[in-house]
């Protein structure tokens, strides 16, 4: 595991068993949207075709892949995966509870090495997780196992425009310091926020095009909430 690998494991290792409850509250303060809600926006964009295999990465607790499996009722089955075992131990329970264990198989692995061969998945979902990880290297492997022309959806926290100015630069280490502090967050996991536009930039410069892109905010400062659906553009690792 690398260092960044590690400190994310860690902390969501902590936070594991109350994740559900404490992570719609920092996005329903800065965004306005619920969780539930986002949940429901996020599968919207996933415009998958029938008798799909998905990849969820960083399925958490595999709140995702749960939507997406009632939805698809049985036409599609899905890799849950991450690197966080307690996350992995609440996503597998969920799964049993909801009796989608046959659709749904939870997995350990990081978006840096996916124990699938290429060109595994027609979907790829990864929710408000990238900024976790060195985005152009997963971006590198997502395209790996996705067959020709296959789908990414994505949603994660991003930074306003504001922050990018001059002024932004020098103001927003300290704004996310005391963020951390007052929601009692003392670790760190390596993570960083990217605007709109460098996320649409990311994407294209791995060989997505963004298909549909939603952004909700509150204000010019707080963090905003990003979904895109972008399609791979390249056929490099078509399996016929
Ligand atoms: C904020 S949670 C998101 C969980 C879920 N996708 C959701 O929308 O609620 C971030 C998740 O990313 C996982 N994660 C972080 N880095 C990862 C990596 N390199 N590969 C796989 N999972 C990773 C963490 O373990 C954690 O479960």
Known sequence: MSKRERLAAKAFEDFAVDYDEQIGRGMARDTGVEYGDFILK??????????????????????????????????????AVDIT?????????????????????????????????DG???LVTCSLAFHHMHVADVLEELKRVLTSHGRLVMADM????????????????????VRRLRDRRPIRSGSKMYTLHEWKSLL?????STTEEVCFFKGNWRPRLILISAVLSGGDYDQG
């Open 204 to 208: 294209s410069q791995a060989g997505f």
């Open 42 to 79: 996020f599968i919207k964009l996933c415009d998958s075709p029938q008798e799909c295999n998905v990849l969820d990465l960083a399925t958490g607790t595999a709140s995702v892949a749960l939507a997406l499996a009632r939805r698809e009722d049985g036409e599609c089955r899905i890799a």
């Open 120 to 122: 595994s998945f027609s």
């Open 85 to 117: 075992q307690g996350m992995l131990r609440q996503a597998k329970r969920k799964v049993e509870e909801a009796g989608l264990g046959k659709y749904i198989y939870v997995c350990n692995g990081s978006g840096n090495g996916l124990p699938f061969v």
């Open 158 to 177: 991003g930074a306003p425009p504001a922050w990018r100015k001059p002024w932004g630069r020098v103001i927003v280490p300290f704004y996310l310091m």
